[in-house]
């Protein structure tokens, strides 16, 4: 059984959801990076979603593309980010691992050279925020090939098609996005039609839903799991932490820490 399989069974046992951290791979640098990741981990979460440094990142919002432009600055590379990728993954052999990206950055590796990579390293699934349904096959050939999870996001305007074949296409997860624009904890009204998508994907048979997008606090992560869905991504809440303490290494990791319990205490 895959990881975010295995992971999601085991949740389900305890009655319980997911909670599941974002941040930006080598932010602030390759070393605090990790460290920060341990700090997740130790702390509470239950799988990670990863992105790597890109200069012009589509669904970014202020926070995110900060932590971006620090990664950039600390001169990460692509081949850093999967060497981190690595060093994480020994560390922790059963944590299910996604990565979050553009489509570009798969592009500049060559499509399956990329998935490659991704399965070397021992990554369990890859969301491309940019990538169209329409236009999903040439990627979703190679993340086979290579056993890697192809995940996409259902939009909360998305029809009835939209829904049912992103019900059938994803894997691993559903990421279901909580309203439109860019990520942001500012932005946190959830679309009205929440529950109803909820209820569609899984009339589809959906993989287990994780929402993203503005969610920041702990009676969020409460809120959206009485609706149906399985687990909470947050991003900008966890990146504005490193964003506020990155020049203080040790206060960073205590207040990710306090943030990350808090976060998963509210999954139980």
């Known amino acids: 059984m895959r990881r975010f399989d ?14 599941v951290p974002f941040v930006t791979l080598c932010d602030p640098n390759l070393a605090q990076s990790f460290e920060i990741i341990q700090t997740l981990v130790e702390n509470g979460a239950d799988a990670l979603e ?5 200069s012009d990142p589509m669904l970014d919002g202020p926070v995110i593309q900060a ?16 060497q981190l990728l690595t060093q994480v993954r020994s560390t922790y052999p059963t944590l299910p691992i996604s990565l979050l990206l553009c489509a570009n ?8 050279r990329f998935y490659q990579r991704c399965a070397e390293v021992g990554v369990d699934a890859v969301l491309i925020a940019d990538l169209p349904l329409f236009a999903h096959r040439e990627f979703t050939v190679m993340a086979e090939k290579y056993s890697i999870q192809q995940v996409f996001i259902c939009p909360p305007n998305a029809c009835e098609d939209t829904i049912k074949r992103v019900a059938q296409q994803t894997q691993g997860y559903t990421y279901l996005v909580s309203r439109s624009g860019v990520t942001g904890v500012e932005n946190q009204q959830s679309a ?11 009339a589809y048979q959906a993989p287990p839903i994780l929402q993203g997008f503005g969610i ?4 969020q992560v409460s809120d959206v799991l009485k ?17 506020k303490y990155h020049h203080d290494p040790q206060a960073c990791l205590a ?13 139980t």
């Open 255 to 267: 207040e990710l820490a306090q943030f990350t319990q808090k976060m998963k205490q509210a999954t």
């Open 67 to 82: 932590a971006n432009q620090r990664a950039l600055v600390a001169g990460c590379s692509t081949d850093a980010s999967f």
């Open 227 to 243: 609706i149906g869905v399985n687990g909470a991504i947050s991003g900008s809440a966890t990146v504005q932490i490193i964003e």
């Open 192 to 202: 009205d039609n929440l529950k109803t998508l909820v209820e569609r994907l899984k």
């Open 50 to 54: 990863l992105g790597f440094p890109f």
């Open 6 to 19: 295995t992971l999601f069974s085991q949740l389900q046992q305890k009655q319980q959801g997911a909670f």
């Open 105 to 112: 950055l798969v592009y500049a590796q060559g499509i399956e």
């Open 216 to 219: 920041s606090q702990p009676q």
